[in-house]
């Protein structure tokens, strides 16, 4: 066993030594090469004499240097001239801009990345509204074998009936265990730019003219201490260089600190510094269901898990209070297991879903049920207000067996006497309370010809 | 977690834990699954000695786990691996055994038996031995199986996609270490890099790899400096009494 002090002291200047040599004989190669042009130009043509124009361009090669820094003058003008933001997918990606989705394990970020992928090749709509026209869209992960990637978006395809042909040659897809996509490497005391990664990141977006190019994610694209903001926002500024300078959106997936598990996730709650989402131009977050929303939904409890929704956590360009999207897990079989008794790999393809409306709940209720409440209603006074100890919705909880002292349940039934109501089944009536001696609003069944 | 007694044998905190302490019923699955000898069966097959590694962690069980990445669930990955082991009643193995901190149950850690790939179950902890860091003398493994072969002496860290618990080394005297790499993230992480803190580590790593570590980090070295001289050289005024021919081979 040997000290490290002493390891270093034989083994640095020994590589150094090496790896010196090697450059000198880089060198060495290059001058020669420079002499052979020398001697092969000087057997050439002499060169022609400059035109006038060749001569002002001379005089004006000579002064290039260092660009002096300007304030330019503000002109107002037209704005119909002033160019448009291209939003390319949703309110989200946006060229020449990077923005971030920001979610729990399990949350289903990656699965929708897939799904949005596929929307923006095919131009089709399979998540929310498709695109003005398919995009080119390179999809890397750093963190799955391409293997996986495959599995994933041929489970998609399956889903949605998604042909080679809808494809084109518009998707790009690899994986971080093949090719490095580290941006930025933390060296004991250096932060270094990996220079080379960036500018061959960019120099492949311009020569596949992609659009959009989904980086999953962010904490496989650098090696640095991400608690560290000065450090992660040199990492967010890479990102942002590549969509400014390749011409494309940059979609960057997060995984957020760990959570209690009960807490709503929002853009505050990125794993690591918060530079990343002060430099994104929109920040999406991914919450699971809830076990209230999925009571209230009318989605079973054991199947919440199956179910997600994406809302904007930050959004520098879209609306605020935008509603949420919900997203749906779809188990799908690969088929790759073998034989008809395996049916392969099963992989989660993520959907669009909407929750029920208040309509489809009431539907749901059998027409003897609803016929019941009625006519308890219709026996008494029964206020609207949820809060009243008379509410209409104890004479729903009682016909239907649901427990009011749950509120989701609570709000369940709130949802179904509005759709009731909506529906012309029951009605609100103004009327004097008649022990308070007070208006106040009950629910009543209408009084049709035919009642 | 209900035990708190340092003086308890392995055997005895696992005995008294109760699952129904910590809300997850898989910690249950652990204690209730009956191995039959399966887990000290692979440890012998590679080659480590079980009746030291039963004695620190108190049984090492054989389970059947799902490792699929159909649904890639990072808050479990707590190893940032990329690879989540979940128990499950088919797919590949993985041993699982406790892992003890100051006389507490404080998580279970497995290990794929396929490939050695290894994740905590609950990700409460990052190292294997952390009560050894209080030591003067520390040997840092690089595998759990490195550790384990050690008969559970010394530490292992558990997270790698964290670095920040190596400030823990800061209190230790000597650090002895097989891997030059991992000794280096150390003293990057824990000392800030500094040189007069290498006296501190002791490397019995193979010659070959330590001179490859070495080499690696100086072309790494190079390879920057000479990327940064190219991005910082001038623009050079463009001769334009050269012809064409040799204006297009200048560049």
New interface residues.
């Given amino acids: 066993?040997?000290?490290?002090?002493d390891?270093?002291r034989r083994?640095?200047p020994?590589?150094?030594k090496?790896?010196?040599a090697t450059?000198a004989h880089e060198q060495r190669a290059a001058v020669r090469a420079r002499e052979v042009?020398a001697l092969a130009?000087a057997a050439?043509?002499?060169?022609?004499k400059?035109t006038a124009a060749?001569?002002a361009?001379?005089a004006q090669?000579?002064t290039?240097?260092?660009k002096p820094i300007r304030a330019t003058p503000f002109i107002l003008r037209d704005p119909k001239l002033i160019p448009q933001r291209e939003f390319l997918f949703g309110r989200h990606y946006v060229r020449r801009y990077m923005s971030a989705t920001f979610g729990?394990?399990?949350g289903g970020k990656?699965?929708h990345a897939v799904t949005e992928a596929l929307a923006m090749t095919t131009g089709r709509y399979l998540l929310g509204e498709p695109p003005k026209q398919p995009l080119r869209v390179w999809y890397a992960n750093a963190?799955?074998p391409m293997e996986?990637i495959e599995?994933r978006f041929a489970a998609a395809a399956i889903h949605y009936n998604i042909t080679a042909d809808q494809l084109g040659d518009r998707l790009f897809t690899d994986s971080g265990r093949e090719q490095s996509f580290v941006v930025v490497r933390e060296?004991?005391?250096e932060t270094?730019i990996l220079?080379?990664v960036v500018d061959s990141i960019i120099a492949e977006i311009k020569a596949r003219e992609i659009d959009v190019l989904i980086v999953d994610?962010f904490?496989s694209t650098h090696e640095v201490?991400e608690?560290d903001n000065s450090r992660i926002q040199r990492v967010a500024e890479q990102w942002v260089r590549v969509a400014q300078e390749a011409n494309c959106a940059v979609e960057l997936i997060h995984?957020v600190r760990?959570t209690t598990g009960t807490g709503e996730i929002t853009a505050d709650d990125g794993r690591g510094a918060g530079a990343l989402k002060d430099k994104a131009r929109s920040v999406r977050v991914v919450n699971g269901m809830s076990k209230d929303e999925a009571a209230s939904l009318g989605v079973p409890e054991h199947d919440a898990d199956l179910y997600f929704r994406v809302s904007f956590g930050k959004a520098n360009m879209a609306r605020r209070g935008g509603r949420a999207s919900w997203r749906k897990?779809m188990p799908v079989w690969l088929g790759n297991g073998g034989g008809n008794l395996n049916a392969g790999?099963?992989?989660?393809v993520v959907t669009e879903w909407h929750p029920p409306t208040a309509g489809d709940l009431a539907n749901e209720v059998p027409a003897d049920a609803l016929a019941a409440i009625k006519a308890r209603i219709a026996g008494g006074d029964y206020r609207e207000n949820a809060q009243a100890r008379d509410w209409a919705g104890h004479v729903v909880a009682e016909v239907l067996s649901i427990d009011t002292s749950e509120k989701p349940e609570r709000k369940r039934i709130e949802r179904l006497l509005r759709a009731w109501i909506a529906a012309g089944e029951l009605a609100v009536e103004t009327r004097i309370d008649p022990v308070r001696r007070v208006n106040k609003t009950f629910v009543v069944v209408p009084h049709h010809p035919e009642n | 977690m209900n035990i708190s007694e340092k003086s308890s044998t392995a055997a005895e905190i696992l005995a008294r834990f109760d699952p129904e302490s910590y809300d997850d019923d898989r910690l249950e699955r652990f204690l209730t699954t009956d191995d039959a000898g399966a887990g000290i069966e692979f440890l012998r097959d590679e080659g480590i000695d079980p009746a030291p590694v039963l004695a620190a962690v108190g049984a090492v069980k054989l389970l059947n786990t799902s490792n699929s990445t159909a649904l890639y669930r990072p808050e479990l990955d707590h190893s940032g691996t990329g690879v989540v082991h979940e128990f499950a009643n088919n797919g590949p193995p993985a041993i699982a055994f406790p892992i003890i901190e100051d006389g507490r149950f404080v998580d279970l850690l497995l290990i794929g038996t396929n490939d050695f790939s290894f994740d905590t179950l609950l990700g409460e902890t990052c190292w294997l031995g952390r009560d050894a860091l209080t030591s003067a003398t520390v040997r840092l493994h690089k595998h759990p199986l490195d550790w384990l072969d050690a008969g559970c002496t010394g530490v292992c860290h558990i997270a790698p996609f964290s670095r920040a618990e190596f400030a823990e080394f800061r209190g230790v005297e000597r650090i002895e270490c097989s891997d030059i790499h991992l000794a280096m993230e150390v003293l990057g992480w824990a000392f800030d890099g500094d040189e007069d803190e290498l006296k501190r580590f002791f490397i019995d790593d193979e010659p070959q790899n330590i001179r490859e570590f070495f080499l690696q980090e100086e072309q790494f070295k190079a390879e920057v400096a000479r990327i940064n001289a190219e991005r910082t050289k001038p623009h050079e005024p463009v001769d334009w009494t050269r012809s064409i021919e040799e204006l297009v081979r200048g560049y």
Avoid: W, Y
């Avoid at chain 1, 066993?1 to 002090?5: F, K, T, V, Y």
């Fill in positions: 066993m040997e000290n490290l002090a390891i270093v083994e640095q020994l590589a150094e090496l790896v010196a450059r042009i130009t050439s043509p002499s060169p022609r400059p060749l001569a361009r001379r090669a000579t290039i240097g260092p729990a394990g399990g990656s699965a963190e799955d996986e599995r060296d004991r005391r270094r220079e080379p994610p904490v201490d608690n995984h760990k897990f790999d099963e992989i989660g």
